[in-house]
């Protein structure tokens, strides 16, 4: 409820000043059987004596509120609530016939004893903890971008500009974020401890102690995710004191980064839709701060190219340190698979996927080169030999990360020679797949999201499924089709070059 002040009447019917009769009812003669109805005079101008009373009269915030929300997105709210809980069924389901039985593969299939010992040991409890910070960075850095407090443009324009409480204003949106961020995180804890449990390595308890840590992280992200959306402006408060001080936190968002941020959401989702990613690059592109006095020296083209890239990561430390994380991570679960026999299979599945978008954080050479194919080459390079150049810095770098993982495991442990042979696979899948990523072009088909998600999939799932029949084969020592697989690997290497080439003879043509 919020008082405001306004004006009172000055002159009334029966509060007129002094000298002028309050209605003419009092020229009507009394004796008269049918008197003529009184002629209603306009209100006088107040005297310039006379002071203006202020009145203070109560408006309901939540009534104008729910007001202008129906007049803006009629039965918008209806419909979001809807389509919240639809797809908070549809990841429960998920959860429950996908996430269940993968969380029970990865304990079934090792011995239970060993496998205990060693996500006990310090190593893997380091890595835990590695994994969630890396989670919680992301999110804060996704915030800068695209945070969880996002309403429809009409509103930015029409409801924040009124005198009333921010809070209110924007809380809707912010439940969906927060109630969503505890749902996730719940269901997350509830799989693994489940998927324990079923294995039978756990109990009841283990399950109630996961869901509630679990919940505890979901909550922690969403409120990272909005302190992150509030430093994304200019504000006198952006403390980490928002972090438990909610209502102040969304006071302290800026109508302009609301704007922003609703114009970053249209222009990813716009380019998620229309297989154009290159939009939502440039879109989302921060200023160049570090390294602006760093020049690029002149030399052989490959050299050159070489230490563009170098000089690229060099001004983006963002992305470098993005890409070393997700490359420790994976790194080390791919070795742990590849070196330790209580290793389950599935754990290279697992350690696929972080080690392959390591490897593309650093490899924004190859993303331009694919933005602008077709385009004559300044150093006279052919597109496979700029190609090659370009995946040379994070190639050097996922080596060095993987070397590093290898001298761990020599150290703990045995090194066996599959495991090496296995991991140059999982090095030229991992190059393969992000070229193929880089050069996919543009969608040839009818546009329809379920059929652009797996266009964008495919060369994750490349990646994915290859390693992970690799990483069978080698723990059953099935030598035979690893080298039959190995051709497959080098194989996908050959199409990545080709989709260079033919992409860049498309555009020529």
Known sequence: MSKRKKPAGATRASTSPAGHPASDSAFSDPTTSDPTPPVALPPLPPHPSTPTTQTEVDYDDHDLLGQADWV????????????????????????????????????RTSDAGSLGQQLRSPVAI????????????AVVFAGRFRGPVVPPMPWIDLVLPAPLDRALALRRWWRYAAVGGLFVGALSGLTVGAGLAFAHLAGVVTVI????????????????????QVRSWPGPDRSLTLLWR???????????????????????????????????????TRPVRHGRSARLRAGRPFGVLVRRDVLGLQRTPGAFLSGLGLTLLGGAVITWAFTQPAAPSIAATI????????????????????????????????????????????????????????????AVGSLPASALLSLWLVLVLVVAGNVLAAFRGSPTFVLRPQMVAIWYAVPALTVVVLGSVIAVLTKAGSYTWLSAVSWLVYAVLAWSVSKVRRLTYLHRS
């Open 246 to 284: 909610v209502p102040d936190a969304l006071r302290e968002l800026h109508a302009e980064s609301l704007r922003a941020h609703s114009a970053n959401t249209s222009t990813m989702a716009g380019s998620a839709l229309t297989g154009n990613l290159r939009t939502a690059r440039l879109a989302l």
């Open 126 to 137: 380091a890595l835990l903890v590695a994994s969630v910070a890396a989670l919680l960075g």
């Open 209 to 228: 102690v996961t869901t509630l840590v679990g919940t505890a992280l979901g909550v922690l992200a969403s409120r990272l995710w909005l302190w992150s």
């Open 351 to 410: 350690g696929l996927l972080p080690l392959y978008l390591g490897f593309g954080a650093w490899s924004e050479g190859l993303r331009l080169q694919a933005d602008n194919v077709g385009t004559p080459s300044l150093l006279g390079t052919t597109e496979v030999t700029e190609a090659v150049a370009h995946v040379t810095v994070p190639t050097v770098l996922t080596v060095a990360v993987l070397g590093g993982w290898l001298a761990v495991a020599a």
């Open 72 to 107: 803006i997105g009629g039965d918008a709210a209806r419909k979001a609530r809807q389509q919240g809980l639809y797809a908070g069924y549809v990841l429960f389901l998920g959860a429950l016939v996908y996430g269940l039985p993968i969380v029970q593969a990865v304990f």
